[in-house]
């Protein structure tokens, strides 16, 4: 078995495994009526929310269609600030820039603010290899961190998890009493978090915006754990993809509130945070040092035309929340770091589509992603283009196509089609697309006359 098949197997295996988990069914569907709940109430502050909406995706047009001028221009106005500027064409050149970084500081702990792209390229093994120890704040974070998981979710990483397993885990790995409520839960991480922040040499963070005519990063969250990350370590590394660029400053104005509303239902979330670089001459706080990582690691290969609008992302989350299929698998049997919707369309592209194709095929196409999509990208029409893809480009199994060949040329030939009775065709079809059919659907039982035959007795009779 190649690799690509292996993953498809894994994923179906996994797939089919949470599908039946109730227990996992009934913490997710806890997690997502209460994000529901908050999104109905955010969505209130906008006077015209379809208005926004489209500006907000005509605002990301226009930031794709001439991301290498914006870039360019973030790059300028950051580095005039003092800030450093680091293009990252892989994961391998962003891993190394950091651990440049990290030895030129003497680095021995780091800090990290919560951040899918860090996920992306499996920053924290890599520090620990290199014997750095990598302490995640965010506290979703830090509890799958605890867990030795991924995150779970693009926005709440332990959404899988409810009160009593967080306290059952802090028990196991902390050594603290076990049953303890959220609020003392909170306490003791934070407790634990707090020393990490004024030890730490290096603050890591990702970032939700690039904003190219201030040079600025923007980072939000709810914790303020991002703002200790990056105000007490002497140095502060940004590692951001490319499709983070917005225009203007003034951009945020709208691009800060849809985040909050879809995210995670707020007016605004908590903290809303602009770097525009170091400690200036005269400042009494932030890094003495800013680098920001501009990370491509396959995001070029998303701005072809079929999949280009995924470029436009704000990673909400909302789309996940949405869809049938990630409320029924859940996030880590995709087994890529974005899940849901949206991953399934990017993935192909950032891993390859032997590795990741199979993922659009994981879609009811109930296009209800691409209804609730903040940005208005039309993610399941793109799921579609995907499919296209891996079947043009030939990553379709043998046993695909020659099923489809065989349905073509009886479609298209009558004759052939009724030559076999309905019970060899349901010989046939037991036979070769038994697995393909699945063992939860209703048995494919075919007529034992066809309709020719029935229309001719039909006539015969009249
Ligand atoms: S595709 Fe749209 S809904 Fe999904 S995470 Fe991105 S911005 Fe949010």
Request: net charge positive.
């Amino acid at each position: 078995m190649n690799t690509a098949t292996q993953l498809k197997e894994t994923f179906l295996a996994k797939s089919e495994v949470k599908a039946h988990d109730l227990d996992h069914k009934r913490k997710i569907n806890f997690n997502i009526d209460k994000y529901n709940a908050a999104v109905i109430k955010g969505k209130t502050q906008f006077a015209n929310l379809d208005t926004a909406r489209k500006q907000a995706k005509n605002i990301k047009w226009r930031a794709i269609e001439q991301l290498d001028k914006h870039l360019e221009l973030f790059e300028k106005n950051f580095t005039e600030r003092g800030g450093k500027v680091i293009w990252a064409e892989d994961k391998e050149d962003a891993l190394n820039a950091v651990l440049a970084i990290c030895k030129d500081k003497n680095a021995r702990t780091v800090v990290k603010s919560k951040s899918m792209v860090t996920e992306e390229i499996h920053l924290n093994a890599f520090l620990e290899e290199n014997e750095i120890e990598s302490v995640e704040t965010d506290l979703g974070e830090y509890i799958q961190q605890l867990d030795g998981e991924p995150p779970y979710h693009i926005v709440t990483p332990a959404m899988h998890k409810s009160k009593e397993d967080i306290a059952q885990l802090f028990h196991e790995k902390l050594g603290v009493p076990a049953g303890l409520t959220p609020t003392e839960l909170t306490l003791v991480a934070r407790e634990k978090l707090r020393k990490k922040y004024t030890e730490a040499e290096i603050g890591i963070t990702g970032g939700n915006f690039l904003i190219a005519d201030t040079g600025a990063v923007c980072i939000t969250e709810n914790e303020g754990n991002g703002r200790l990350s990056t105000a007490f370590p002497n140095t502060h590394i940004a590692i951001v993809g490319i499709e983070k660029i917005l225009p203007s400053l003034n951009d945020l104005a709208l691009f800060w509130p849809l985040l909050s509303t879809y995210g995670t239902g707020q007016t605004l979330t908590v903290y809303n945070s602009i770097f525009t670089g170091p400690r200036q001459t005269g400042e009494t706080d932030g890094p003495r040092e800013m680098y920001v990582i501009l990370l491509d690691n396959g995001r070029t290969n998303l701005l072809r035309k079929e999949v280009r609008e995924s470029m436009y992302c704000i990673r909400c989350g909302s789309c996940l929340n949405a869809c049938p299929v990630y409320k029924n698998i859940g996030g880590h049997a995709y087994g890529t770091t974005y899940s849901g919707p949206i991953g399934s369309v990017i993935s192909p592209h950032l891993n390859g589509m032997d590795e990741a194709g199979h993922l659009s095929f994981a879609s009811s196409l109930c296009g209800n992603c691409t209804e609730v999509c903040p940005v208005k990208i039309n993610i399941h029409e793109m799921l579609l283009e995907n499919r296209h893809i891996y079947v043009a480009e030939k990553y379709g199994g043998v046993g695909e196509k020659l099923a489809w060949k065989l349905f073509k040329s009886g479609v298209l030939h009558r004759g052939l089609m009724n030559s076999a009775s309905g019970k060899m065709k349901n010989i046939v079809f037991e036979k070769a697309f038994k697995s393909a059919w699945g063992d939860r659907r209703d048995k494919l039982v075919f007529a034992p006359k066809s309709f020719n035959q029935l229309w001719k007795e039909r006539q015969k009779k009249a």
